[in-house]
Nanobody, 122 residues
Framework: VQLQACGGGLVQAGGSLRLSCAAS????????MGWFRQAPGKEREFVAA????????YYADSVKGRFTISRDNAKNTVYLQMNSLKPEDTAVYYC????????????????WGQGTQLTVSS
């Protein structure tokens, strides 16, 4: 599985943005998907995950209620809708695919995209 994340950019605090992650391969629907982020000088952290059916989702406390993860298996794409953005959301965002049912642990993911930069200005 190859993953291509896009949709990052510069947005003002309080604004919204949607990230997309397109996957190649016929077995996309068999993978759970996750979004992680890494801010400068910080460790990579979990943001959100979705099961392969889309029926289960899981969020980091820091984004719960503001971010929504979804997927369209017909389009081999997973999305991260981000609302009420804060400067502390500034990071490179990575999408990942894994065989676990759903996970917040990076090592449970087998494939990673190249990352897309989000910058939130105050």
């Amino acid at each position: 599985v190859q993953l291509q994340a896009c949709g990052g950019g510069l947005v003002q605090a309080g604004g919204s943005l949607r990230l997309s992650c397109a996957a190649s391969g016929r077995t996309f629907s068999r993978y759970s998907m996750g979004w992680f982020r890494q801010a400068p000088g910080k460790e990579r952290e979990f943001v959100a995950a979705i099961s392969w059916t889309g029926s289960n989702t899981y969020y980091a406390d820091s984004v719960k209620g503001r971010f929504t993860i979804s997927r369209d298996n017909a389009k081999n794409t997973v999305y991260l809708q981000m609302n009420s953005l804060k400067p502390e959301d500034t990071a490179v965002y990575y999408c990942a695919a894994g065989r676990a049912t759903i996970s917040a642990i990076g090592s449970d993911y087998d494939y990673w995209g190249q990352g897309t930069q989000l910058t939130v200005s105050s």
